[in-house]
């Protein structure tokens, strides 16, 4: 059993930065791959980012270059530095866990979800 807790949203100029974090219990942590996902008003859910247990990360092509994704195994938590943040990436943003080499695009190959963190940026 894995529970995730989402903080750092708030409310951001255009332009500006936030940085998530999602902490984890369990001592598992170096073991799963990591997924952030984001839902606005109205649109499903989609991918963001994600890293694997190895450290391999991966992407969606809207935040290539000013999102990135990273992991603390020491501290059990997870981090998605968003920079030059835009007026579309208004959102709840999730963060998800999942063991094993299925694909990480995919919100239903994820066991478990925190609660979200609202990101709003206004433009």
């Known amino acids: 059993q894995v529970q995730l807790v989402e903080s750092g949203g708030g409310l951001v100029q255009a332009g500006g930065s936030l940085r998530l974090s999602c902490a984890a219990s369990?001592?598992?942590?170096?073991?799963?791959?990591i997924g952030w996902f984001r839902q606005a008003p109205g649109k499903e859910c989609e991918f963001v980012a994600a890293i694997r247990r190895n450290g391999i990360t991966y992407y969606r092509g809207s935040v290539k270059g000013r999102f990135t994704i990273s992991r603390d195994n020491a501290k059990n938590t997870a981090y998605l530095q968003m920079n030059s943040l835009k007026a579309e990436d208004t959102a709840v943003y999730y963060c998800?866990?999942?063991?094993?080499?299925?694909?990480?695009?995919?919100?239903?190959?994820?066991?478990?979800w925190g609660q979200g963190t609202q990101v709003t940026v206004s433009s």
């Open positions: 369990g001592r598992t942590f170096s073991t799963i791959d």
């Open positions: 998800a866990a999942k063991f094993g080499q299925t694909t990480v695009d995919a919100p239903t190959r994820y066991d478990y």
